[in-house]
């Protein structure tokens, strides 16, 4: 894969990720997909990186997994398109989801199949007026792959989930901030300025206390209530033994602004 086809850089303890074949809507190959997996691991454990902002160029986010020259015949042995599933949209949304850093999803264009649950799969959307989603399975005769029937259901409930799955009609930009898929809508122009002024806000923050809330939030439509409250009261414990937690108490009794180091 050329470098170019994602483009990756460090600025301030923000890493943006940028999927770069605007050609092709960015449908992702293999091999972009297996580098995206590579750079949220990364960023997981780098601690000069405090936030990530994924993003694409040219008139698409992404436009789900790029099918061309993929095998559309002979013979196929049980079990292999499970493989490919479980090897690689499912491990690319694990990838998101498990980062260690807040990871916030500009989407500049069409977010399409894997594309679209790739930007629901990031712990905040930001969308451009002229974003929108689709789930384009349907169109195709195919089941959703990447997460998307477990994604969906628990961010805008399972009614308005099957319609969007069952349609496959493109959600404006507005309709997915309405359902609750996007936190914010901005002007296409302004999209890059917000995405960079958020992440710079995360980068900023106690970075363990924000994985830990992550994690707790993730698993919290899995867990009763019981486990979810032994995680919340570990995930304390944890934390408190963070130099940020201390740094965060402190500033708080002695009435100043906290000055936090992501450690």
Same mark, same amino acid.
């Given at each position: 894969m050329p470098v170019s086809e994602v483009l990756h850089v460090?600025?301030?303890q923000v890493a943006q990720v940028t999927l770069n074949r605007p050609e092709a809507l960015n449908a992702l190959t293999p091999d972009q997909r297996e580098r995206l997996i590579?750079?949220?691991?990364?960023?997981s454990g780098d601690p000069g990186v405090r936030a990530v902002v994924l993003t694409g160029t040219g008139r698409g986010f992404c436009a789900g997994a790029d099918l061309r020259g993929g095998a559309t015949a002979g013979e196929r042995v049980a079990g292999d398109v499970a493989r490919v599933i479980r090897e690689g949209a499912q491990r690319?949304?694990?990838?998101?989801?498990?980062?260690?850093k807040p990871v916030i999803a500009a989407v500049n264009g069409t977010a399409a199949g894997l594309g679209a649950h790739l930007a629901f799969a990031?712990? &905040? /959307?930001?969308?451009?007026?002229? %974003?929108?989603f689709i789930e384009v399975?349907?169109?195709?005769? &195919? /089941?959703?792959d990447g997460?998307? %029937?477990y994604l969906l259901p628990r961010l805008v409930g399972p009614r308005r989930a099957k319609e969007l799955m069952f349609f496959g009609d493109a959600l404006p930009a507005a309709d997915a901030e309405r359902l609750g898929l996007v936190n914010r809508v901005v002007p296409d122009g302004e999209l890059d300025k917000t995405a960079r002024e958020w992440a710079a806000r995360l980068a900023t923050g106690p970075t363990r206390a924000l994985a830990l809330t992550k994690q707790l939030v993730n698993a919290s439509l899995d867990n009763d209530r019981a486990t979810a409250f032994a995680a919340e009261a570990a995930a304390q414990e944890i934390n408190m033994t963070t130099a940020d937690a201390r740094e965060g108490v402190a500033s708080f009794v002695e009435r100043r602004t906290p000055q936090y180091r992501g450690r």
């Open positions: 460090v600025e301030g590579q750079l949220f691991g990364e960023a690319l949304i694990a990838a998101v989801l498990d980062c260690e990031c712990d &905040l /959307v930001l969308a451009a007026e002229s %974003a929108r399975f349907v169109r195709r005769g &195919l /089941v959703p997460g998307g %029937a």
